[in-house]
């Protein structure tokens, strides 16, 4: 295994464990056993816990880009809105069980006033900054910002109570309502 596979096997396993685990409650052993390396092999790679986090932070904006990107080849900024807000159907498997991956990270930041609290909540922002762009295309140029904010909320409350109460029909139902809520502001500039 190469230095490059290792370190990418590491982020990829840090991530998953900070995100099932939490950040405090894992281990350099905890992620070291996942990929199946010595503990002197992972100070190779990282030597905190801190660059670890760093690490998955800029991993997750990476892959949060990337889709991004990808959303961006669909034909309407309504459909490319709708891809957002059904992402809480095409993860729920691991909501229901952890909640949101970005507001969990964003609030353990916070709760233990960690100086990376800014940077875990750095793919909000992208998304803010995507919807935003998406809603000004869609002709809510005004108020796209307050609209972005409007859909980052409700997905995140979404997420929440639907992992609390380990309820899908309820996440459903609120995906649909978004999405009808999204058509008639499609509608309004039609």
Known sequence: MNNATTREQIIEAADDLFYRQGFAHTSFADIAKVVNISRGNFYHHFKTKDDILDAVIKNRLGKTEQMLADWGEQDSPAARIKSYIEILITNWSVIKDYGCPVGTLCTE??????????????????????????????????????????????????????????????????????????????????
């Open 109 to 190: 930041m916070t709760k233990l006033s960690h100086p990376s609290k800014n940077d875990a909540s750095q793919v909000f922002v992208l998304f803010r900054i995507w919807l935003k762009r998406q809603f000004s295309l869609l002709g809510h140029r005004k108020n796209a910002d307050e609209l972005a904010m409007q859909v980052l909320s409700w997905s995140q409350g979404v997420a929440t109570l639907g992992n609390a109460f380990n309820d899908f029909k309820y996440v459903k139902r609120e995906v649909k309502k978004m999405c009808d809520w999204l058509d008639a502001l499609s509608a309004e500039k039609a």
